[in-house]
């Protein structure tokens, strides 16, 4: 094995953070040089959709910027050599070589956690009041347009989009939504309750537009309006494009790493490649809990396949399978919806409450005789329970008699209070 000296980590995100911890906290003295092309410190990337967009306080202050660590945590207590405000641009897997600018920084143990960028709508740059959502720079920049009162759209339904209309209509502002599929939120939650989590856009005052394209985005020199494919305009004066996002593996072109929808890597998140690993938003992995092969782009799986990974670059022959039940989070409208598992389903149920209220609410979700994913809507002292369920590969029928427990308990918890 060979020995590791150096461990170069590439993404100062979450992912990027953890790794470095990861390595200190197993005994780990030797170099650690972390790479990232943003040239802010490591900062929590959540909050830049939800609180950080919010209003002044009373006092007139701002919401802060949420940095994981200090320059001086990273550089002194951490050890870590950092290096910011370039990317990478290329990696010799043979020489061992990652190269960023006219450097090349060699490794012995190398983490990838490139994360993934922004979706764009073309013949949009340059134009003022188009932004997507993915960095503090973005984020800064919608946050002075809402301060503006901004009209705003937001091109594409999914969570991000959907917290970016929340902001804006707890402001008092306009709000519209336009998303191309008929049902929005289907790849993260499936068609049943993709419908039933977005009727909460309705019932809060946001326009929702489903089933129609963009063809175009107007204005001189600034935004002005949004124009729809059925030749309907909607005047705006902020446009946030939340259409998804694309790996970020182009520097990786010619490295020997197989790149397919990320980077493809076994479930010890190791790439095949001698030495290097991928985690976060960039690693396809096959996720040995689920028994399938998934790319993740929530805070949980980035913060645990950071630390994983390292711990593997570091000593492979004792690497360890990372397996997980995917946890992810979203705040609309002072709702909580959480989920957790696969939404790859058979059958999904809705076992307690009703989305047309705007309250609480819990469905789960079937594959074959067992349960594989649960949704829930306000819903927070119940969904860790499902996790446990799915990591330990919990039965349906099982699920069904604890629902109808949960239901239950929570009727007459309420019945009591009356």
């Not at 100062?12 to 911890?21: I, K, T, Y």
């Not at 939800?50 to 002194?76: C, M, N, Q, Y």
């Not at 790319?295 to 990974?309: D, F, I, P, V």
């Not at 390292?310 to 039940?325: Q, S």
Request: with cysteine.
């Amino acid at each position: 094995m060979t020995e590791v000296r150096r461990l170069v980590v590439v993404g100062a995100s979450l992912a990027g953070l953890r790794a470095v911890e990861a390595a200190r906290k197993t005994g780990y003295d030797g170099e650690i040089v972390l790479i990232g092309a943003e040239e802010h410190l490591p900062y929590d990337r959540p909050p830049l959709s939800k609180a950080f967009l919010g209003a002044a306080d009373e006092s007139g202050a701002l919401p802060e910027v949420p940095w994981f660590r200090t320059e001086e945590t990273l550089r002194d207590e951490l050890g870590v050599d950092v290096r910011l405000g370039a990317p990478a641009t290329a990696l010799d897997t043979d020489a061992r070589l990652v190269t960023v600018g006219d450097d090349a920084i060699a490794y012995d143990a190398l983490v990838i956690a490139t994360g993934a960028h922004a979706r764009v709508l073309p013949g949009t740059e340059g134009l003022d009041g188009v932004y997507p959502l993915r960095t503090l720079d973005d984020s800064l920049a919608v946050r002075d347009k809402l301060e503006a009162g901004a009209r705003t759209v937001v091109i594409g339904a999914g969570f991000i989009g959907s917290e970016i209309a929340s902001t804006a209509r707890k402001r008092g502002l306009e709000a519209t939504i336009v998303e191309a599929l008929p049902t929005p939120l289907v790849r993260a939650t499936g068609h049943e309750m993709g419908a039933a989590i977005a009727s909460l856009h309705e019932l809060n005052g946001t326009t929702l537009r489903c089933g129609v394209g963009v063809s175009a985005i107007e204005g001189d020199g600034k935004v002005e309006r949004v124009v729809l494919a059925d030749g309907s305009a909607i005047d705006a004066d902020l446009v946030v494009v939340g259409i998804g996002v694309i790996p970020s593996v182009d520097w990786l072109a010619g490295s020997g790493l197989t790149l397919d929808n990320g980077i493809v890597c076994d479930e010890n998140l190791w790439t095949g490649i001698p030495g290097v690993y991928a985690a976060g938003d960039v690693a396809n992995w096959f996720n040995p809990t689920l028994g399938e092969r998934q790319r993740m782009e929530n805070w949980t799986a980035a913060a645990e396949q950071g630390a994983a990974a390292a711990r593997n670059a570091l000593d492979p022959d004792n690497a360890k399978a990372y397996g997980t039940v995917p946890y992810f989070w979203s705040d609309w409208y002072d709702v909580r919806i959480q989920f957790v598992g696969s939404p790859d389903a058979d059958e999904v149920r809705l076992v307690d409450g009703d989305p047309a209220s705007g309250g609480r609410w819990v469905a789960l979700y079937r594959r074959g005789d067992r349960l594989i994913g649960a949704l829930t809507v306000n819903g927070q002292t119940e969904i860790m329970k499902y996790r446990v369920q799915i990591m330990k590969g919990g039965s349906w029928d099982d699920a069904l008699a604890f629902a109808e427990t949960r239901r239950r308990a929570h009727e007459e918890k309420l019945a009591a209070s009356v």
